[in-house]
């Protein structure tokens, strides 16, 4: 036996034996592999692809004991518990341990009764857990979740990302992390920070053949209406997902079916969950608000209603579809016109940096030691701050602060609010005079207690304004509620409104990485544009986003999406030598202008149509293909598309470019091969 079959042959027995499975999942075993082998690895594996065994494994089959990170501490207890019921004595340290607790779990470390540590990242960082590390450092130390280092990963904690520069002990140790996210961008942030930059990427497992994709243009919402009314005849479990609440809610309408968003009260949510998740047959039109907890297997049509704003969040919607492991479809309606509404979401999710600075500076300005908590209302911020584009804007910006730690969020505070009167408070008063009410007694003893100038936009609770009045707070609501609008006004704070500043959000400048912010905002365009490049690929769907995950597959493809349908029906006629030297034309034309045009204006150039652009109207092949007939170019360019010779850049827009393969071609390095559809399906 070669030493990686006896490898292969103790892992399998270990997985029987210690894990009671029969075999491994796609891609467990390389990775097992390459780990026993001492890799350093980035594993990207869908959610459920079985990732804790790709570490758990070869922990178990060395000595020494191994140290998993992870930053969802309900996720590890759950780990923890799993492997103790297998009889693998696992152990974690989180800060809701006492400090005997954690030591009795170091103890068993030490001592090798336990082979599993799992830590969350804020224990990781205490001094005596790193004293424990470099007197006793693991033989593997994962980092599970590891997306939620990265700022371009959907779940950014920035307590993750601090964690690695203070901590020279884990540079000798093999270090492997894991996630289910599987944009490029963030592997690439993840070995940054992590400082490694020669971690290997493995990914693995996003093929979902039970699964066919297809994009339907559509002209109009009408166009849609109809595509909707066909599918939903197949009366099967349905999810409409749609980009915006308002959408959810005019599609819900039209078609009398429910809807789930953000914007429901948790009743209506739970109420909407459970029919959903009880109904024989539930057609649910929603937001991207609904995907948490949906473990219903045998949804069988995912429709996207608008374009999704990346294809990370179109996969992972999209693949709720079929879990049961039976067919299911996944269609996107592409309306070119619904780019708009995620250009206006991508602004909103990314506020100018300057924004940033200045909520933060007014922030600062506004704190004191001893109050610590602050009112801050979007509505009326708004002003403030003219680099704002609108209130959700800001909201979203506040967001971004408490999400890096700057702010947190006041949630306990009850009958806050913010009062003015309407009128100067003698007119009311004069107003009320000789009554006694409770209304009269309150504005004569607020008269009292303040004076003019005090009482506009005045912060206080419902309890302050009761010790004022000498009221009781029951009787201070009524009167708020009677004068609300007559003669003062009364605007309860919303709870989450009211903000602290944190230790590290009273440091200035703000402790914000403003670069990287800016990139953010570059990716999130990179990312729309390949939605976009997703619905006018020629080659198989899934195959396009898989690679675009950047999983190996070579020349797989699904072999049910709407476009392998369509090459493997139509794609029969050999060209003919005539067909061929056109072809040869289009690459000549298209390495003049590589990456440049997408399909529309290229085609229009190749047949001679007048072209704002002058590299197209002045291009030598401008016209050299219109007496070959606009249907019959078009159907050679997306053969050439189909057969590797152009792809779609993976720019912002779908630009088309030459392959290595279509510049082997042009080179007479290869022989140029193609076949066509039928004429009669030539559309
Ligand atoms: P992930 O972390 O990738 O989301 P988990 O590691 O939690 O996934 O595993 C998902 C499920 O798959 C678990 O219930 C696990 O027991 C199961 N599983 C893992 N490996 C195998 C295998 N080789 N055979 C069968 N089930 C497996
Ligand atoms: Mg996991």
Known sequence: ?????????????????????????????????????????????????????????????????????SPLISLMKDQVDALNAKGLRAVFLNSSMT??????????????????????PERFRAPIFQRFFFEHPPTLLVVDEAHCISQWGHDFRPDYQRIWGQFPAIANVQLCAFTATATPEVREDIRLHLQRPGMLDMVSGFKRKNLSFSVIYCRSKGDKVAIVQRVLAQKQPTIIYTSSRKEAEWVAGEFSLRFYHAGLSNQERKQTQDYF????????????????????????????????????????????????????????????????????????????????????????KQ???????????????????????????????????????????SYQLGGQGELSFLEPLPTLLAEHQGVQTQRSIFLSRMASVFSENQLSNLCCSIAELSAYSGLRRDQVARVLSHLNGESLRWEAIELGDLLHLTEIGRQE???????????????????????????????????YIIGYFGEKIGSWHCGCCDLCAGINANLSR???????????????????????????????????????????????????????????????????EMQGYLQIGSGEYPCLELSRKGLDALKGKIKLELKLFSAKTLR
Do not use: W
């Open 574 to 640: 050999p060209a003919s030598s005539a067909d061929l030297a056109q072809a040869k034309r289009i690459l000549q034309a298209l390495e003049l202008v590589d990456g440049e045009f997408g399909r529309r204006r290229f085609l229009g150039m190749l047949l001679g149509h007048d072209d704002s652009n002058m590299a197209l109207h002045q291009h030598p092949s401008r016209g050299r293909l219109k007496s070959y007939g606009e249907k019959r170019t078009e159907n050679l360019l997306n053969a050439l």
């Open 99 to 120: 400090s005997s607790e954690q030591s009795q779990a170091m103890r068993a470390i030490a001592s090798g009764q336990a082979k599993f540590l799992y830590v969350a």
């Open 277 to 364: 998740s009880q109904s024989p047959c539930p057609v649910l039109v929603a937001t991207n608000a609904f995907g948490m907890g949906i473990d219903r297997p045998d949804i069988r049509q995912v429709i996207h209603f608008n374009i999704p704003g990346s294809l990370e969040a179109y996969y992972q919607e999209a693949g709720r579809a079929g879990r049961d492991g039976e067919a299911a479809s996944c269609i996107l309606l592409n309306a070119p016109a619904d780019r708009h509404i995620q250009e206006y979401l991508l602004n909103l999710n990314n506020p100018p940096p300057e924004l940033l600075v200045g909520l933060h500076r007014y922030l600062l």
């Open 1 to 69: 036996m070669t030493e990686g079959n006896t490898i292969r042959a103790s892992a399998t027995a270990v997985l029987q034996q210690y894990f009671g499975f029969r075999e491994f999942l796609a891609g467990q075993q390389e990775v097992i592999e390459r780990i026993l082998g001492g890799e350093e690895l980035c594993v990207v594996m869908p959610t459920g692809a079985g990732k804790s065994l790709c570490y758990q494994l070869p922990i178990l089959m060395r000595a020494g004991y191994g140290l998993i990170l």
């Open 509 to 543: 400048p703000l402790q914000i990485d403003l670069k990287a912010l800016k990139k953010k905002r570059e990716l999130d365009e990179t990312r729309l544009g390949r939605v976009q490049s997703y619905c006018y690929t020629r080659k198989c769907r899934q195959a």
């Open 367 to 409: 704190y004191t030691p001893d109050d610590s908590a602050i009112y801050l209302n979007p509505g009326k911020l708004l002003p403030l701050f003219p680099m704002a584009d609108s209130e959700s804007q800001l909201r979203s910006a506040i967001r971004i602060l408490e999400r890096h730690g700057i702010v947190e969020r």
